[in-house]
């Protein structure tokens, strides 16, 4: 069993990153952009999360979603998505991940998709 390690879609608002990294350094979190999918494609994004087996936090409620579960119908691996609508307070957002690094293990969130706040 492990924490979750995250990956930050490439829309996520650059504060929440910062304030969960500033409340707890020792999260592992990776922007798209530091490894090149600022522009990919859903498929694409959570295919690369599935190989690093990180859980993917997006604000793009219209299609990731539905990326998401398309992927896990076919029978692909999927860790996690967490999905963050653009008008949320910043600070609940970050209580919540940090809630969700600290209480939980990467296997529970494995093919499921939720919607902050918990």
Not at 15 to 42: H, T
Not at 92 to 111: F, H, K, Q, T, Y
């Amino acid at each position: 069993m492990s924490r979750p390690r995250f990956l930050a879609d490439h829309d996520l608002n650059e504060q929440i990153v910062d304030g969960l990294l500033r409340r707890e350094p020792s999260i592992q979190i990776r922007r798209l952009r530091e490894v090149g999918l600022q522009e990919a494609p859903d498929g694409e994004v959570l295919h690369y999360a599935a190989q690093h087996g990180l859980l993917l936090i997006s604000h793009d409620v219209n299609t990731m979603p539905a990326a998401a579960y398309a992927r896990t119908d076919s029978g692909q691996v999927m860790h996690g998505l967490i999905m963050v609508r653009q008008i949320d307070p910043i600070a609940p957002v970050i209580d919540n991940l940090l809630l969700i690094w600290a209480a939980s293990e990467m296997e529970e969130w494995r093919g499921q998709v939720w919607f902050l706040p918990l």
